[in-house]
């Protein structure tokens, strides 16, 4: 959309390997514009939740480097599960990342408000945890994790345990999210149908040991709806990136 | 009948037969009351001897609500020790172990040769009591959700807000479970050591009246005194449960009524 973008975090041939001597990444590139809406695809075992965990900081790369052009800002993380503290309502849940940086109190008081109102929880800001629905509690991460404002957010598969209805719904509230807000979002999904409908750009990664088998840019422009959803053009990119992903994984399931 | 009025009339109604049976045994049977006193004389002598009994029941309500206290404290303390460093957990956790498995029957007597009594049975209700705390509040407080841990390290946590703000909160179910079975057995801990103090003769707690009491034959105060304990013990138990939920009851499984 605005092409010539700065870099926000660029990985140079990052490899991890675990204690247990499970390489899970090997040579890993990824450069990623500010703005930008990349996906991360690939079957479980890849190593892109491991790829994003080392971007976040939660991880350190055995090889290779992180780096950031602009500085390391605060990232936002949403987990695949909400992720929520069961013992605190909503309001103190949204608040955590203020309350642990020590911030003011009627400041991040409108902070919470206005992350809870974009996620629209506005009304649930008293409700404990355990008291909403699976899709309601991802709204409540998601606005945890943009209540400290990052220019950077990574998602872990966040929508890959709700229905279809709440994942769709979800996935148009995070386009319009991201619309509106005008973050960057490196998003970690195995959904071809998913990563297609949400991304400007999808990168197909091979498991074992992780590393880029190629990226596929998809142009349709923003905002999609279920018109794109239904749309010929969206089914062809699907076949595509599909193709690249039996491409990436050698063949075999 | 409602699920209520059967699960308080049922015990009730089980007690009332077993009363009525004792009675009869002892009626029929003509058994003096040195071999078995009915109902009927057990709970006079509950209300002849109440003024003794009463204070007694006192001594050892105090040494089993201070044993828990301190049990309390040294359960939950040690844990958060354990927790913060594996060098002292992996140097003290067995001899913790080893204090809970040592009956304290048998260390009663050495404790009473060391400390002066009333401090020797409080040690002995502590020491039984504390274990449980211990032993469950570690296992809360390793058992925080991962994710959890990994989000307060993406806002960079201090270690206390860590403990405090996710560790402790999280381990407060387990917390509690311990707790509830600490107050009974600070109970048990503290009747033990009277007992076994009871012969030096100093002691003034319950189970001290049941131990003379035994030695004089003087059966139905035996048996009033074992049944105040046993509400002691009733009393405890609730009152810690009821402790839990009021702690627990907006968000965790445990608290919850289940809707169907």
Redesign the interface.
């Known amino acids: 959309m605005n092409p010539p973008a700065s870099e926000i975090v660029s990985l140079r041939s990052v490899g991890k390997t675990f204690d247990s001597g499970t390489v899970a990444l090997g040579g890993f590139d990824l450069a990623v514009r500010a703005g930008e809406f990349v996906s991360l695809l690939g079957p479980s075992g890849c190593g892109k939740s491991t790829a994003l965990?080392i971007i976040?900081?939660?991880s350190a790369p055995t090889k290779g480097a992180v780096q950031w052009p602009e500085g390391a800002g605060q990232?936002g993380?949403v987990?695949q599960?909400p992720?929520l503290?069961?013992?605190?309502d909503v309001a103190a849940n949204v608040r955590?990342?203020l309350?642990?940086?020590r911030s003011d109190g009627a400041q991040a008081s409108a902070a919470v408000a206005q992350a809870l109102q974009r996620v629209g929880l506005g009304e649930f800001a008293t409700a404990?945890?355990?008291e909403l629905s699976g899709g309601m509690k991802m709204r409540a991460s998601i606005a945890r994790a943009l209540v400290?404002e990052p220019q950077l957010l990574l998602m872990d598969e966040p929508f890959a345990a709700l229905d279809e209805i709440t994942r769709f719904k979800l996935n148009n509230d995070l386009l319009a999210l991201w619309q509106a807000l005008r973050r960057t979002v490196i998003f970690v999904t195995h959904s071809v149908f998913e990563s297609v409908y949400l991304s400007q750009r999808i990168v197909v990664m091979t498991p074992r040991p992780g590393r880029v088998f190629t990226e596929v840019a998809i142009p349709a422009s923003y905002p999609r709806d279920e018109r794109f959803r239904t749309s010929a053009e969206y089914a062809g990119y699907c076949r595509t990136v599909s193709e690249a992903l039996g491409r990436a994984m050698g063949g075999a399931s | 009948m409602s699920e209520r009025t059967l699960r308080v009339g049922l015990p009730i109604l089980v007690l009332a037969l077993v009363v009525l049976a004792w009675h009869l045994v002892v009626h029929v049977f003509a058994i003096p009351p040195y071999v078995l006193p009915g109902p009927g004389l057990v709970l006079a002598t509950l209300i002849g001897d109440g003024a003794l009994l009463w204070q007694s029941l006192l001594v050892t309500l105090a040494t089993t609500f201070e044993g828990f206290i301190l049990a309390a404290i040294g359960g939950i303390g040690l844990a958060i020790l354990f927790s913060q460093s594996r060098v002292v957990e992996y140097s003290l956790y067995p001899y913790a172990v080893i204090l809970q498995v040592t009956p304290v029957v048998a260390i009663a007597p050495l404790l009473l040769v060391y400390l002066p009594q009333p401090l020797a049975v409080l040690a002995c209700a502590w020491i039984v009591a504390f274990f449980p705390v211990l032993a469950n509040t570690t296992l809360g407080l390793a058992s925080v959700d991962h994710n959890l841990i990994a989000l307060f390290e993406l806002y960079k946590a201090s270690r206390w807000q860590l403990l405090w703000n996710l560790k402790l909160p999280s381990a407060l179910p387990q917390m509690l479970a311990g707790l509830r079975i600490a107050g009974g057995l600070s109970l048990i801990g503290a009747v033990v050591a009277e007992i076994a103090a009871g012969s030096a003769g100093a002691g003034s707690g319950l189970a001290y009246r049941i131990a003379e009491s035994g030695y004089r034959l003087n059966i139905p105060r035996m048996f009033a005194a074992l049944l105040l304990l046993s509400l002691a013990g009733v009393a405890v138990f609730f009152l810690l449960s009821a402790l839990s939920h009021l702690v627990l009851r907006r968000w965790h499984e445990s608290a919850l009524k289940r809707e169907r």
């Open positions: 965990r976040a900081g939660l990232t993380f987990f599960e992720t503290m069961p013992w605190a955590l990342p309350t642990l940086a404990f945890p355990r400290t």
